[in-house]
């Protein structure tokens, strides 16, 4: 299974960008997305995810108001639309995902397949 993230870039605070992770090489016909991000000296943090059936969606407080992330099932791609971009988003952005396809957990190690991530970097 490939996830191939894209999207990434600097941008100036209150700034946008937008997130790609393209699915692939995947058996398993339904699957659970999340996007979790990684500070230089943080651990791993949940930021969002969504369900194969767009039913149920989670961010993590810090986002919310300002991320929506969505899904294009045909494309199995899915999305993170960042808003509002503060310093404290800098980060680096993985996508990952989950068989279970309709239940979101915010605990890294119960997603399955990670991407190799992408670089967000919001200036002040």
């Known amino acids: 299974v490939q996830l191939q993230a894209s999207g990434g870039g600097l941008v100036q605070a209150g700034g946008s960008l937008k997130l790609s992770c393209a699915v692939s090489g995947h058996t398993f016909s339904s699957y659970a997305m999340g996007w979790f991000r990684q500070a230089p000296g943080k651990e791993r943090e949940f930021v969002a995810a969504?369900?194969?059936?767009?039913?149920?969606?989670e961010y993590v407080d810090s986002v919310k108001g300002r991320f929506t992330i969505s899904r294009d099932n045909a494309k199995n791609t899915r999305y993170l639309q960042m808003n509002s971009l503060k310093p404290e988003d800098t980060a680096v952005y993985h996508c990952?995902?989950?068989?279970?396809?309709?239940?979101?957990?915010?605990?890294?190690?119960?997603?399955?397949?990670w991407g190799q991530g992408t670089l967000v970097t919001v200036s002040s």
């Open positions: 969504i369900t194969w059936s767009g039913s149920s969606e």
């Open positions: 990952a995902v989950r068989r279970v396809s309709e239940v979101i957990t915010t605990v890294p190690n119960l997603w399955n397949y």
